[in-house]
């Protein structure tokens, strides 16, 4: 297999090639040249496999430059501190599925991206010798994912900026309490914008990128959306199994289009409409909302929210989704980006409404509603949700109609216990392992919102 660019301007690369990657060198975002479509007999030989076997089998078709002996070990190796033996437990709630896929060490999904991606990272690192300073800032779940992905490994270093004393306390501990020396946290005395920002403007210094191989860790990166392919055809296997039918249902709480994009890769991959929808769930930071149902593609303000995971003005893979939707023409795609980019609005008639509805249907739940929902789902069933979950939940019962409806629930609800224990109107207790956090010694840097101040920093500090 090898990689394209959503904006055609980039001779085809391998997979290996794509890892240290974010946006394509023409501005475009990275891409398989096909999406493998898989016969009857492929797929008859996947339901057996346990989840790391399945991950194996599926990262076959697109990695063709790592000798399957390596991509074993790197599998293992990445899972191997997942509390659940099935990495992703599907569990039957009532008329629904939930697909825990918060079973990883920062108790959210992003781990079974990031764990992979940090030993993928180490893996090509020792192979040529290269060392890399991670730099990037979070509100919270990329951050501690992100942290926890390359804590320890070798030629690797990570800087993670957040805003010194707004993200909540579950998610600034578990950054702040990982002791591996080659973990930095720098708590910087503003807002996350002011967090964005610095990084933005480090990474704009080509000379300062250069000297320290700048590295960052975003959401379009290939090899995570690749990873989070898997657990769709986990889930799909594991329902079709139980409910003895061929086709479900998949809800996905949505913010920048990556999860949701490795769910459409999987429905194309399984082909004949086994995934029948997916149901793409947003808070009310709606873009993608708008856009499955009215065709309106148009920058908003961000609303910070009860599900701070999913608050996004754009949607940093939506990209991808584009090239398939114009059937795989960049040209059009370099059109309607750049169109974007000028009016920050894209409109599409009824007719590319109605196509793109035979992939997905969408659904905008508000903190009041999500509050009901975990409330509702509790009392009704006894099972907790996080808010994240909560919206696509929602969304899911909406939209079930006779299909067994997969929800993926994306972070474990201790990850935020205020809202939760406001939703329920009671305390929630948290797990055992999340309570050790509270008595961990901390260690971060508190600096200003000043750029120079964070690149002397990073100076003293970097690996080389
Ligand atoms: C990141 C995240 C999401 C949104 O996923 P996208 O890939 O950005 O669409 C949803 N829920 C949680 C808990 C997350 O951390």
Not at 310 to 322: G, H, K, P, T, V
Request: charged share 25%.
């Amino acid at each position: 297999m090898e990689y394209i660019s959503t904006r055609g301007e980039m001779s085809k690369i391998k997979f290996k090639d794509t890892v240290f990657e974010g946006l394509a060198p023409d501005g475009g975002l990275i891409l398989p040249e096909k999406i493998p479509q898989l016969s009857e007999r492929e797929i008859e030989k996947l339901k057996k496999l346990n989840y790391q076997e399945l991950a194996l089998e599926i990262f076959k078709y697109y990695v063709s430059d790592i000798p399957e002996n390596e991509l074993i070990e790197i599998i293992q190796r990445a899972y191997a501190n997942f509390r659940a033996r099935d990495i992703t437990p599907i569990i039957k709630i009532g008329d629904i599925y939930i697909l825990e896929l918060f079973h990883g060490p920062t108790w959210a999904f992003k781990d079974i991206a990031l764990q992979f991606l940090g030993v993928l990272f180490e893996k090509l690192l020792l192979e040529t010798g290269k060392k890399i300073n991670i730099l990037g800032a979070t509100s919270g779940d990329t951050g501690s994912a992100a942290i926890y992905g390359v804590k320890g490994k070798k030629n690797i270093a990570i800087f993670i900026l957040h805003p010194y004393k707004r993200v909540s306390q579950v998610q600034a501990l578990m950054m702040t309490t990982v002791a591996d020396p080659n973990v930095f946290n720098l708590a910087i005395k503003g807002t996350f914008d002011d967090c964005q920002a610095i990084v933005k403007t480090i990474f704009m210094d080509l000379n300062f990128k250069r000297k320290y191989n700048l590295t960052a860790i975003n959401s379009i990166n290939w090899a995570r959306v690749m990873a989070q392919i898997v657990y769709y055809f986990w889930a799909y296997f594991r329902v079709t199994e139980i409910e003895k039918v061929e086709q479900v249902r998949i809800a996905v709480p949505t913010g920048n289009f990556g999860d949701i994009f490795a769910g459409y890769l999987a429905k194309r991959m399984l082909g004949d409409k086994r995934i029948e929808k997916l149901i793409l769930a947003t808070n009310e930071n709606d873009i993608l909302y708008r856009f499955v149902n009215y065709g309106d593609y148009s920058v908003t303000t961000v609303k910070p929210t009860i599900s701070p995971s999913m608050d996004i003005q754009i949607a940093s893979n939506f990209e991808r989704y584009l090239y398939y939707f114009y059937n795989e023409d960049s040209n059009k795609v370099k059109e309607a980006m750049e169109k974007f980019v000028k009016e920050k609005a894209l409109k599409f008639s009824e007719e590319e409404i109605k196509r793109v509805q035979e992939d997905f249907f969408s659904e905008r739940v508000t903190e009041k509603e999500t509050y009901k929902m975990i409330k509702d789902f509790y009392e009704k069933t006894g099972y907790i949700l996080d808010p994240h979950t909560a919206v696509g939940v929602r969304a899911g019962f909406r939209f079930k109609e006779n299909y067994p409806m997969i929800c993926l629930a994306t972070a474990h609800p201790a990850k935020f216990p205020d809202t939760v224990s406001k939703a329920l109107g009671f305390e929630i207790d948290l797990p055992e392992e999340i309570e050790k956090f509270f008595s961990l010694p901390q260690r971060y840097e508190v600096l200003p919102a000043d750029i120079e101040k964070v690149k002397e920093f990073i100076n003293q500090k970097a690996i080389q």
